[in-house]
């Protein structure tokens, strides 16, 4: 399954209560201000067993994260997630 | 040709128009003879504490319309326990009978859908 | 080949994630994908207010959403009972109901929940964008 979050992990509860439902070969999307939560050495950051954590680059660059990134975080294009959708049957959406 | 929806309801009734309309929503894939189950997770399980007297504040009361699902044939009903607890919900009555699942449960019920609808 | 389903929940300016829907959109039909419906509820119905005034520079959604519609052939349908809560009608609603006008932009369609539970049937890939 694929999960999009689009909110801060700090002032909200969205990416906690997905994080708790993921399988371990689930994917996560970051988006909007979902993206805040893949700031390295933040406090909110999933840990080593967490799924796949991506980013869309366009949010990230938006918000002058990009020298910020934790490692393993990955950046899609629009382009990426559709594709990474593709690759998804089905995708549940955090907001 | 009928798949298996999930709404997925995390938000109080009331302070917003989500819980209104994940009910609509379910009530509509039933009425197009759809499979549908309903998950309340989050703040979402406080839809079910009964007794609401939505009149108060000029709406009608959600409690009463969530009655409405097994009428459709929505008895998939599931809330997360730990939401429960964590609310002080545990012990009451609830609004509908719903099966209280934890982490593992709610896993589970997520792998054997085909759409997931979240409000 | 996929076929996908759209379901926007939020409203333009008030919410970025109308912008990340009509971006995901675009990319999806530009790789050659199909969208069957997108179909705009809660308050992603402002989607479809005609009288939506851009500030300078920036173009206001839901003609980017009317263009786009009409360049790819997509579905743009608000679901009618959210619609007329929050005030967006074409014009047989408008008369129905005594309104001066509709404002509803054209290239969209008001209809029911059930235009949403078709697009989720024909489609196999099914996203939300909510606010």
Redesign the interface.
């Given at each position: 399954m694929l999960h999009t979050v689009n909110k801060s992990p700090h002032g909200h509860s969205a990416l906690a209560e997905c994080l708790r439902v993921c399988a371990a070969d689930d994917v996560v999307v970051l988006i909007e201000d979902g993206v805040y939560a893949a700031i390295a050495g933040n406090s909110r950051l999933p840990g080593p067993d967490a799924p796949k954590l991506y980013a869309l680059s366009a949010d990230v660059a938006a918000r002058g994260l990009a020298p910020h990134l934790a490692e393993g975080v990955a950046l899609l294009d629009y382009a990426g997630f559709v594709q990474l959708c593709c690759e998804h049957p089905v995708i549940q959406s955090w907001y | 040709?009928s798949?298996r929806?999930l709404i997925?309801c995390?938000q109080p009734p009331y302070g917003s128009?989500?819980a209104r309309?994940a009910l609509?929503?379910a009530l509509?894939?039933a009425?197009?003879e759809?499979r549908v189950a309903l998950l309340f997770?989050?703040d979402g399980v406080l839809q079910l504490a009964g007794a609401q007297q939505a009149e108060a504040i000029g709406q009608k009361p959600l409690d009463k319309q969530l009655g409405a699902l097994p009428l459709y044939d929505v008895d998939a009903l599931y809330a997360d326990a730990d939401a429960l607890a964590a609310r002080g919900l545990s012990d009451t009555t609830l609004a509908l009978p719903v099966q209280a699942l934890d982490?593992a449960g709610?896993?589970a019920l997520?792998?054997e859908?085909?759409?997931?609808?979240?409000? | 080949m996929h076929t996908f389903a759209i379901l926007v929940l939020g409203a333009p300016v008030s919410s970025q994630s109308v912008h990340t829907a009509y971006e995901f959109a675009r990319a999806a039909l530009a790789a050659g994908h199909r969208i069957e419906r997108v179909f705009f509820y809660h308050d992603g119905v402002l989607c479809g207010n005609q009288l939506q005034i851009a500030a300078g520079g920036e173009r206001a959604l839901p003609v980017q959403w009317s263009e786009l519609a009409g360049a790819h052939g997509v579905d743009l349908v608000v679901c009618v009972a959210s619609a007329l809560k929050r005030g967006v009608v074409d014009e047989a609603e408008a008369r129905r109901y005594g309104k001066a006008a509709g404002n509803l932009q054209d290239g969209f369609e008001l209809s029911g929940l059930g235009q949403w539970v078709d697009a989720c049937l024909k489609a196999d890939r099914v996203i939300t964008f909510g606010p």
């Open positions: - | 040709m798949k929806f997925v995390r128009s989500f309309e609509d929503m509509a894939c009425a197009f759809q997770l989050g982490g709610i896993r997520l792998t859908q085909d759409i997931v609808l979240g409000f | -």
